[in-house]
């Protein structure tokens, strides 16, 4: 069960790029706001339906549960809207390998003082070694575009 939920994650990550990608061209289009007001209203719309044929009764409601705990509701409004803004400046592979190293800061933090209600995993050089190897690919993967876009440039140069 435990591969099937890494899985499951890697193919939610994917199509986190593949949005991303979407949302930034899309976004250029039609604003950095509307994109937005698309994904969110989409989703509630989507969400909806799965909840009405698909989710089974609980015996708390979201008016039941303690308030502090709507407010995650808010943290995706940031996320795309920082997206759809990054994408089309620094491109989709940038952007996505750093909301993940901030993904990944933030939840080691969670883990480490079982904040929010979350069971404690402490920190440890391994995982200090992860994020270390994210830091060292963010670097890489940014490096990278900065070459190409000179090189582009070079390129245009030379055409003319």
Known sequence: MTVL???????????????????????????????????????????????????????????????????????GVPYIVIMVLAVQRIGAAVATVAVIFGQLAMSMLIDNFGWLGNETIHFSLTRLGAVICLGIALFFIYSSNKSNSADTEVNAEIRE
């Open 5 to 75: 939920m890494i899985l499951l994650a890697v193919v939610g990550g994917a199509f986190l790029s593949i949005q991303a990608a979407i949302n930034g061209q899309l976004g250029s289009k039609v604003g950095v706001f509307g994109s937005a007001f698309l994904t969110f209203s989409t989703g509630a719309l989507v969400t909806a339906l799965l909840i009405f044929f698909f989710e089974p009764k609980h015996d708390l409601t979201l008016l039941d549960v303690p308030k502090w705990q709507l407010l995650g509701a808010f943290c």
